[in-house]
């Protein structure tokens, strides 16, 4: 990677990855149960609906996490383990209703009853055993890669920390639209499908600025993303 656009992006980072700029953000949502004290489950099912949720306007996401957890009392693990669920066809976010709220409310229940952490889970194993979707290798899984951001990345800044037994190496760039427009643009990567070979490209370029933690260029290109809007 040339060493202008490296400096250019560290510093971008730097700025960008601090809690101001995101307290209107889903994230808000599992970091305000997490300095409540909180459960991990509490906290794991909060970022498992939050992240569901977040695709629109922000204010409509933030809006929509916060009516949702209303509707469970803010006592997520509670209402999960209790069993009676809003189940209706009203939208609880955009094309998401409330019937399937109640279906991954159902499998994190079955989950739950086994298992302590959704920690154990992989990318896909969290698409099919938690969201109930089919397998997809060539998926993005844009939701749960940066679900597993915010639980895995440890600088104690944005995001929580709280999987501490995953490596932030491991983890793959959340590639939304703008992540992709944002990647193409500096040359991150040339590839136009938004698939999970475009995520891993991108994040393999970040490992060259920083190996132990390439998702640390979410909070880069965010960066660009407002210096360029």
């Not at 490296?6 to 307290?23: M, T, V």
């Not at 019937?99 to 099919?128: H, M, N, P, W």
């Not at 920390?161 to 703008?178: C, E, N, Y």
Request: glycine share 6%; hydrophobic share 40%.
């Amino acid at each position: 990677m040339d060493q202008k656009l490296a400096g250019q992006l560290r510093e971008w980072e730097r700025k960008y990855n601090d809690p101001q700029y995101f307290r209107e953000d889903p994230i808000a949502f599992p970091r305000k149960f997490a300095d409540s004290g909180a459960s991990l489950q509490d906290i794991e099912i909060s970022a498992i609906f939050s992240a569901h949720f977040a695709w629109g306007r922000r204010s409509m996401i933030v809006r929509d996490c916060a009516r949702l957890f209303d509707e469970m009392q803010w006592k997520p693990y509670e209402y999960v383990m209790g069993g009676r669920w809003r189940c209706d066809e009203g939208s609880a976010h955009r094309t998401v209703r409330w019937s399937e709220i109640a279906a991954i409310c159902g499998r994190l229940k079955g989950f739950y009853t086994a298992c302590d952490s959704l920690e154990k889970l992989s990318v896909q194993e969290i698409r099919t055993e938690i969201y109930g979707q089919k397998e997809d290798r060539h998926a993005a899984c844009k939701k749960i890669n940066m679900m597993r951001r915010w639980m895995v990345r440890r600088d104690g800044k944005v995001d929580l920390g709280l999987w501490t037994h995953t490596s932030p190496a491991s983890l793959i760039m959340p590639l939304d639209v703008h992540v992709h427009t944002q990647a193409l643009a500096l040359g991150l990567t040339c590839r136009r499908q938004a698939c999970m070979a475009t995520a891993e490209e991108i994040t393999d370029a970040f490992r060259e600025i920083w190996p132990e933690d390439p998702v640390r260029g979410d909070f880069a290109l965010f960066g660009y993303g407002v210096s360029n809007a």
